[in-house]
């Protein structure tokens, strides 16, 4: 069983940065992408960046583009978010997700991490 566990969320203000940090453990990762998603009160989930963990084949979704970036290190089996130049409305519990290639639905989840961005 894969296990995620988030850190590194916290409050900035506007314009500021986070680098948030998935530590993966309990599976090997080579046939996996691993995602990241939030969500806000009152709205949807959102995936706002995926990688594959074999090649580092790399999506980031339109709303974060330029200032979000996905990457993974495979001897710390570790993902990462870099995000820059917040926004009030980047503010949302992230949450690290692992699925397996080819499936629509990510079968693992961590327990989020809050990201609060002040205007």
């Known amino acids: 069983q894969v296990r995620l566990v988030e850190s590194g969320g916290g409050s900035v203000q506007a314009g500021g940065s986070l680098r948030l940090s998935c530590a993966v453990s309990?599976?090997?990762?080579?046939?996996?992408?691993m995602g990241w998603s939030r969500q806000a009160p009152g709205k949807d989930r959102e995936v706002v960046a995926a990688?594959?963990?074999?090649?580092?084949?790399?999506y980031v979704a339109d709303s974060v583009k330029g200032r979000f970036t996905i990457s993974r290190d495979n001897a710390r089996n570790t993902l990462f978010l870099q995000m820059y130049n917040l926004a009030p409305e980047d503010t949302a519990v992230y949450y690290c997700a692992a699925k397996l290639r080819g499936e629509t639905t990510y079968l693992y989840w961590g327990q989020g991490t809050q990201v609060t961005v002040s205007s």
């Open positions: 990688i594959t963990w074999s090649e580092a084949r790399s």
């Open positions: 309990g599976g090997t990762l080579t046939n996996y992408v």
